[in-house]
């Protein structure tokens, strides 16, 4: 049986701490924050990340170098006889097609797997490998699964502000005016490899309301028969400082599903720097195992 160790990044929304609790090696992503570099939970906290927003910081991400990536495989497999590697999805970020190619030049010992997912979803999949692992599948065995899983998972998020998808280029000044005076809160889908709008609301209670009928909606089509089987769990996760506020969307959907498992955690700062302070987010994945 191999002695399979799983490794993500910290777009997973997965701490250190926690990543040490599950035998999971931990990544930590880089940003730089007025010519600074900043390493996610390492040296700069949510809150830190969110205040330095809200006093319009300059910043920008950046995807870890190879060096960082190898040499981190390289002392695991000095205790480990594989690695399987799950960074965030390979459509919103260069560093999972990186990691393929630097995977190549270790006999197979390496498996990379594509998530096509950030946050708590993609936190979700390492938990799957992590129990994966423990049921001693070998590393490819485990890449196989996750890649068969990988598009079972959407995550709606609203955002409270248009100033940081403006900045983002993701809409125009002009429109960011506009919505701002109509107090208008775009709600995003992420499924797979894009982040897209989904649909618009007028203030956050409407965007609420929009991103609980539209889980609704994935268990009544898509995860109907995951849901059917128990292999459905739904993610909340925020952007906010205000932790009362949090709560209280937990709560919400713990109200009106309250059949389904449910993990909460904050968003990651890669998703937290182009939502803002103050997004809300739920997501729905299917879990290849029920038990963690």
Not at 43 to 51: A, N, Q, R, T, V
Request: charged share 30%.
């Amino acid at each position: 049986m191999p002695d399979v160790v799983i490794m993500t990044d910290s777009n997973s929304g997965m701490a250190q701490e926690e990543g040490e609790r599950y035998g999971v090696e931990v990544l930590p992503m880089s940003f730089i924050i007025n010519g600074k570099i900043y390493y996610e939970g390492m040296d700069i906290s949510h809150e830190g990340f969110l205040k330095k927003l809200r006093e319009d910081a300059q910043v920008s991400t950046s995807q870890p170098a190879p060096g960082e990536v190898t040499e981190r495989w390289e002392k695991l497999l000095k205790r480990h006889d594989e690695v399987v590697y799950i960074p965030m999805s390979g459509g919103l970020s260069k560093s999972c097609e990186t990691a393929r190619i630097l995977a190549e030049e270790y006999n197979g010992r390496v498996q990379v797997v594509d998530s096509k997912r950030v946050s708590v979803p993609q936190k979700m999949m390492v938990l799957d490998a992590v129990a994966l692992a423990k049921e001693g599948k070998s590393a490819v065995e485990i890449k196989e699964m996750l890649d068969g899983s990988a598009m079972d998972c959407a995550i709606y998020i609203a955002v409270d502000t248009l100033k940081y998808l403006k900045r983002g280029g993701r809409i125009t000044g002009a429109a960011a005016a506009v919505g701002t005076v109509l107090n208008i809160k775009p709600v995003l889908l992420m499924r797979g490899e894009k982040l897209d709008s989904y649909e618009k609301a007028r203030g956050m209670k409407g965007a609420r309301r929009i991103m609980l009928q539209a889980i609704r909606g994935e268990l009544e089509g898509s995860f109907k028969e995951y849901a059917q089987r128990g292999e459905v769990c739904l993610q909340m996760a925020h952007t906010c400082a205000d932790e009362e506020m949090a709560a209280e969307w937990e709560a919400r959907i713990r109200d009106e599903f309250p059949d389904l498992a449910l993990y909460s955690a904050r968003l990651p700062l890669c998703t937290a720097c182009h939502i803002g302070p103050d997004g809300l987010g739920v997501g729905i994945t299917r879990r290849i195992r029920k038990d963690w």
